[in-house]
């Protein structure tokens, strides 16, 4: 039985970032809602609860009975969640005279307690609250300070619960990823044995129970989630799964033709279906972004559908969902709890049971499924790519010629990224086809063509994304190939636009 780390989460922008980070230090983790708590689990050894936006004094605030976990087994408390369990055993918590966000240094530290093991004085925490412990119930004793928050870290006597004001999980809490390690192995006793070995080895074994002789059918889109899973899925199965990968239309160039070949050097049994004529049949004349993105969902599930109905006794559908997709969260209300599949109707349409082997992986633990796996670099290290495809990077109505433009300008500042060795380097690019036309010359002719914005994120999760600081040089290199080989083209920008406020796609 696989040890875990249970967190629960009391809402947190920072949640997974806790899972993240459990994870990193080889320990198996998942995260629940705050009133989730699988009680007769016997294999959880140690409990994390998150940070909130709610106060804890808030009626609207999430609450559970703390009490039912402190003392059973260890417990960690962060932010919002050191608060409640304050709060919740008499202590006061009250608004801050500021609201605290931002770094801040640990001024003392009780070196001598389990938690703060190897976190020396002078080490920088992130804060971000608006609360804070005014005082901590007889028991209680505080373990660190800063120069504002006395309270910044405190301990249970008598029983293995703690609590810090401030979040480990951040990058920029220089002892966060240690205070976590003391929490999770040395105080909990885990024993960091989960790696994508172990994952590959666990997963297959019940792939093989759950799914027996049954037929399974998966949907390929040419990233690395779907192709993961089709690879572990084929280690399990074998024959038994039937991988159809649509091509509507919409894919970069020579993609449909590029990703057959790699999943048949895969071993994979695959069936692509080239339903592009369809897809721009139904998107003609539509400019509006989420009709585009309705009608491609709508009209992959059809082709999808009406593929798998040619093979005989198919009883699963096997989806690349990974663990951000599927992670419960609750709304700011507290009313909705919502999970994310990766193609909405079509369990339900094809009366089919679900099949997600990745569901418990986060995006960088899938990459290294798939090493371990022995797939190819360059399926694994593909940068995210919208299911919709170039749709939603060509604004305004959707045209063959419009595609081929943006296809060949896309090619090219992708072949550029990886000729120039920048690729590994950037979350994500492409281009975009912006719905305006400039004025230019070419030789002694003036032109009146398209313009071509680029795109390219710097990010670690996709919540947040900077702009690529891509060099002068390269993009020089680029606009100037972009301009000359691509027919209609005469102007090309970069976006340097970050996330937030902008979306990483344009549409």
């Known amino acids: 039985m696989q040890e875990k780390i249970i967190i629960l989460d009391f809402g947190s922008q920072t949640?997974?970032?806790?899972?993240?980070?459990?994870?990193?230090l080889n320990e198996y983790c998942e995260i629940v809602p705050y009133?989730?708590?699988?009680?007769?689990?016997?294999?959880?050894?140690?409990?994390?609860?998150?940070?909130?936006?709610?106060?804890?004094?808030?009626?609207?605030?999430?609450?559970?009975?703390?009490?039912?976990?402190?003392?059973?087994?260890?417990?960690?408390?962060?932010?919002?969640?050191?608060?409640?369990?304050?709060?919740?055993?008499?202590?006061?918590?009250?608004?801050?005279?500021?609201?605290?966000?931002?770094?801040?240094?640990?001024?003392?530290?009780?070196?001598?307690?389990?938690?703060?093991?190897?976190?020396?004085?002078?080490?920088q925490v992130w804060m971000s609250h608006g609360d804070t412990i005014t005082n901590v119930p007889d028991t209680f004793r505080t373990i660190a300070s800063t120069a504002d928050v006395k309270n910044a870290a405190y301990r249970v006597e008598g029983e293995k619960t703690w609590g810090v004001q401030f979040h480990p999980e951040v990058f920029h809490s220089t002892c966060g990823t240690q205070l976590l390690k003391n929490f999770v192995v040395d105080i909990c006793g885990g024993k960091q044995d989960w790696d994508a070995a172990s994952f590959i080895e666990s997963t297959v074994a019940a792939l093989k129970e759950q799914l027996g002789d049954d037929k399974v059918v998966l949907g390929l889109s040419g990233g690395v989630d779907s192709s993961v899973a089709a690879v572990l899925l084929n280690k399990a199965i074998g024959k038994n799964l039937t991988c159809i990968f649509v091509d509507h239309g919409m894919l970069r160039k020579n993609e449909f033709r590029d990703v057959l070949h790699d999943y048949e050097c895969l071993g994979l049994n695959v069936i692509g279906v080239d339903a592009s004529a369809k897809f721009f049949s139904e998107l003609a004349g539509v400019t509006e972004p989420e009709r585009k993105r309705?009608?491609?969902?709508?009209?992959?599930?059809?082709?999808?559908?009406?593929?798998?109905?040619?093979?005989?006794?198919?009883?699963?559908?096997?989806?690349?969902?990974?663990?951000?997709?599927?992670?419960?969260?609750?709304?700011?209300?507290?009313?909705?709890?919502?999970?994310?599949?990766?193609?909405?109707?079509?369990?339900?349409?094809?009366?089919?049971?679900?099949?997600e082997p990745l569901r418990l992986l986060f995006k960088d633990e899938v990459r290294a499924v798939g090493r371990a796996l022995g797939m190819p670099e360059h399926l694994i290290k593909r940068h995210p790519f919208p299911g919709p495809g170039l749709a939603v990077r060509i604004l305004g109505d959707i045209t063959p010629e419009k595609v081929r433009i943006l296809?060949?300008?896309?090619?090219?500042?992708?072949?550029?990224?990886?000729?120039?060795?920048?690729?590994?380097s950037v979350w994500q690019a492409g281009a975009i086809l912006l719905p305006v036309q400039s004025v230019g010359v070419m030789g002694d002719e003036r032109t009146y063509e398209r313009a071509i914005a680029l795109r390219a994120v710097t990010s670690t999760d996709a919540m947040t994304a900077?702009?690529?600081?891509?060099?002068?040089?390269?993009?020089?290199?680029?606009?100037?190939?972009?301009?000359?080989?691509?027919?209609?083209?005469?102007?090309?920008?970069?976006?340097?636009?970050?996330?937030?406020?902008?979306?990483i796609e344009w549409e």
Request: hydrophobic share 35%; glycine share 8%.
């Open 15 to 24: 949640t997974q970032l806790i899972g993240r980070r459990v994870r990193e």
């Open 35 to 123: 009133n989730k708590f699988p009680y007769d689990d016997p294999s959880v050894i140690g409990v994390i609860l998150s940070g909130s936006p709610f106060s804890v004094y808030d009626e609207k605030s999430f609450k559970m009975e703390v009490s039912k976990l402190r003392g059973r087994l260890p417990v960690l408390g962060i932010c919002y969640g050191a608060q409640f369990i304050a709060y919740d055993a008499g202590g006061s918590v009250e608004p801050a005279e500021s609201r605290e966000y931002g770094r801040a240094k640990l001024e003392w530290v009780d070196s001598a307690d389990e938690l703060m093991k190897d976190i020396p004085v002078g080490s």
């Open 294 to 355: 309705k009608i491609i969902g709508k009209g992959f599930i059809d082709v999808f559908d009406e593929e798998a109905h040619k093979i005989k006794d198919v009883k699963w559908l096997a989806q690349g969902t990974i663990y951000p997709d599927c992670i419960e969260s609750l709304s700011i209300t507290g009313t909705t709890i919502k999970s994310h599949h990766n193609v909405g109707g079509l369990p339900e349409k094809m009366n089919l049971k679900l099949c």
């Open 407 to 424: 296809q060949d300008a896309d090619d090219i500042f992708i072949r550029g990224l990886r000729d120039w060795g920048l690729y590994d």
């Open 466 to 503: 900077d702009w690529a600081h891509l060099p002068y040089d390269f993009m020089a290199a680029v606009s100037n190939d972009i301009i000359n080989k691509v027919r209609g083209v005469n102007r090309v920008c970069y976006d340097i636009s970050s996330k937030p406020p902008a979306t």
